[in-house]
Structures are given as C-alpha cells and as structure tokens.
C-alpha cells in the first residue's frame, strides 16, 4: 500500500509541473514579469482553483486573467498580461475566414447606409488596460531590453486580430474604440454615426465613419457588410 500511495504521489506531482509548465508556455510574459517563484506558486493556487476540464491542455489557462484580479499578488498588471496573451492565442486560433473587399461596399444603395451593420472576423477582440502592458510583452516578445511596468493615466483601448497567418495589435483612439465596440455588438451605421458626434459635428460624423470602415476592410477585421 506504501507503495502504491508513493507512486500516486509521484503521478500527481509529475502532472502538475506537466500543467505548470504548460501554463508558462503559453503565458510567457506572465512568467517572466512574475518570475519563477511567484509564477509557481500562483500557477499551483490556479490549478487548484481550475483544474483541467478539457483533454487538450492548449485550453487550459482561460480562467487565468480572472483568477489573477482576484488572487493576492503585487498588481494588476499581471491580470492585464495573462489576458493579452490568451487574447493573442484566441486570435490566432481563430476561423480562416474570408474578409470583405472594398468593392463590397460598392454594391450597397446610399439610402442602404443607414441600415448597415458589420460582422467581424472572429479574431477581432477588444482590450482595455490600465498598465503599458502591450508594449511590455512587445519587449518580452521580442527580447529587447526590459521596460518599466508603468500604469497609465487612463485606460487605453486595443484591438487585437489575425491576418492571414499573422496576429496583429494596435491601440485606439477614443472615438474609434467606441465605434468598434458597438460595431461589434450590432450596432447600425446610423446609431453609430449618432454616437461619434461626441467627438465630431453631425455633418461630419458619417465620413469619420466611412474612414473607420476603411481601415477595418483593409487590415481584414470585416467579413461582411
């Protein structure tokens, strides 16, 4: 029986530095801004919290963003990290869909436009954080030299989507990160164009519209019009 009960404990340590390490693969930035101690035993508290429920451990850590805001460590921004780079890895994992071309919008009657709503690519996600948390995984990413974690005088919207075979981010201004939010939940051409004129005269909301929509087309965020 000694036994026996002395290879489960070997079979269940194994599979949690199996899960840990898992984790550190796929939150790399966390891991470095932790560091091996604290990533270790933030990891061990998070397996506890949320075992596995799926055979693949490639889905194993989604809970993680949501279990760092909650959980006693220095700072949010290691929240904001983890949910950057499951967001990377939900985007490139992402359908292979076809995106709109610019000729789509051709077909569309100018007394349609105010009907019109939009349908993204599945890779297209949302992001806001408080902290310089894209630029610091760029650094870690790209192992240049390291940066400062600094939190930000006000909360900066990303978007986040894949390309092709290329995963992409960039940060937005206010006026478009309320466009694309609501874009992204429905939101008519019209209802939208009402709502940029906090930030632009009536007459002129509908081209700073017609700008976005542009962008979305050629960076490939739209596959339908």
């Not at 994992?93 to 690519?121: G, M, N, R, Y």
């Amino acid at each position: 029986q000694g036994d026996t009960q002395e290879r489960l404990n070997i079979y269940s340590n194994a599979y949690r530095f199996r899960l840990i390490d898992a984790l550190a693969e796929t939150f790399t930035a966390v891991h470095t801004l932790m560091g091996d101690e604290l990533f270790h035993q933030t990891a061990l508290a998070y397996i506890e919290a949320y075992p596995p429920q799926h055979f693949s451990l490639r889905y194993f850590g989604d809970q993680l963003s949501g279990f760092l805001r909650g959980y006693d460590v220095e700072t949010p921004l290691y929240a904001e990290m983890a949910e950057l780079e499951w967001a990377l890895r939900h985007s490139f994992d992402s359908a292979d869909l076809a995106p709109v071309t610019l000729q789509a919008l051709q077909t569309i009657a100018p007394e349609q436009w105010e009907q019109v709503h939009f349908k993204f690519h599945p890779s297209v996600q949302c992001l806001v954080f408080g902290w310089n948390t894209c630029q610091l995984w760029a650094a870690i990413d790209e192992g240049s030299e390291p940066i400062s974690a600094l939190p930000q005088d006000y909360p900066q919207t990303w978007l986040i989507w894949r390309k092709e075979l290329l995963t992409y981010y960039r940060s937005l201004d206010s006026d478009e990160a309320w466009a694309i939010s609501n874009a992204l939940q429905g939101a008519l051409f019209a209802d939208l164009c009402s709502g940029l004129c906090e930030w632009v005269d009536e007459e002129q909301a509908p081209a700073r519209l017609a700008g976005f929509v542009m962008r979305w087309i050629e960076e490939g965020l739209l596959i339908e019009v």
